[in-house]
Nanobody
Framework: QLPLVESGGGLVQPGGSLRLSCAAP????????IGWFRQAPGKEREGVSC????????NYADSVQGRFAISRDNVKNTVYLEMKSLKPEDTAVYYC????????????????????WGQGTQVTVSS
């Protein structure tokens, strides 16, 4: 299991921006596809975005397409989720997850396809 740690969550007004980070201190992420998921109260965990181990391939949920951007820095062993034009419906606990894979040759929107998870970081969009 990869000990993933998320950071960067917080309270932001509608229309604002946040950048989330996902790291695994002491471990390398370079062989892992990484996914970002979120879970709002009373709702199922849903896939937000994912990136291949090299960073060449990305995937986004329709609800965040054009507003969120996923990237990774394999030197810093960190994956980022840049979130812009945030809406109240983006409020949730955001999790990053990892799976050893060199390509996104699996359904990266399904939580069942990831084996390592972080503890989550709260994002609240409210005025």
């Amino acid at each position: 299991q990869l000990p993933l740690v998320e950071s960067g969550g917080g309270l932001v007004q509608p229309g604002g921006s946040l950048r989330l980070s996902c790291a695994a201190p002491g471990y390398t992420l370079q062989y892992y596809a990484i996914g970002w998921f979120r879970q709002a109260p009373g709702k199922e965990r849903e896939g937000v975005s994912c990136v291949s181990s090299s960073g060449d391939t990305t995937n986004y949920a329709d609800s965040v397409q054009g507003r969120f951007a996923i990237s990774r820095d394999n030197v810093k062993n960190t994956v980022y989720l840049e979130m812009k034009s945030l809406k109240p419906e983006d409020t949730a606990v955001y999790y990053c997850a990892g799976r050893i894979s060199f390509a996104l040759s699996f359904d990266c929107n399904s939580p069942d396809n990831f084996s390592s998870w972080g503890q989550g970081t709260q994002v609240t969009v409210s005025s």
